[in-house]
């Protein structure tokens, strides 16, 4: 009887074996993707600590003149900005969410893995925007929580406050993606006989 000839083992690429930056860069791995969300959040926070020292610089004293009241107000934006938007909110959602839900949950991977590679470039995009006042049209002084008569044209001229609007937009739209990708993943890919409140 002859010998049946074994078939050539055909190699499977997997989108988790991309090494050095372009495999970072183009990853859909959802470990890899928390990563990069510490990462970013790490870097914001070096940041936005970089902003809290200048506030604090200028009130370490009474009558103290380090910083203008504008200049003042736009640190203070800035600061409560950054550490909201682009500390806390990666921290919980981009780290802990991607890294932890789709283990706990017995998920190889989160429902949609673009989708949330993609939350991550427009949230890494948001934070880019927000700060590109430092560089065009100068830093908006509305208070992180934007009140209305502070963020018109009157009171916050020039381009500052819409940068930072559209930085907000942006970091609003991934986290939605985010959010929605977590639900289906919950939803849709729990391990079997994993209950809701299991």
Known sequence: MAAQPK??????????EGGGIVGWLTTIDHKRVAVM???????????????????????????NHALSAATYNAFFTMHGTTMIFLVVMPLLLGFLGNFLIPLQIGARDVAFPRLNALSFWLALIAGILLHLGWIRGGLPDAGWFGYANLTE??????????????GLLVSGISTVLTGLNFLTTIIAMRAPGMTYMR
């Open 153 to 166: 044209r009157y009171f916050t001229p020039g381009l500052a406050i819409d940068w930072w609007v559209v």
């Open 37 to 63: 969300y510490l990462a970013s959040a790490l870097f914001f926070m070096a940041f936005g600590g970089l902003e809290a020292m200048a506030i604090r610089v200028q009130l370490w004293t009474p009558d």
């Open 7 to 16: 078939p050539l083992p055909v190699h499977q690429p997997s989108y988790l």
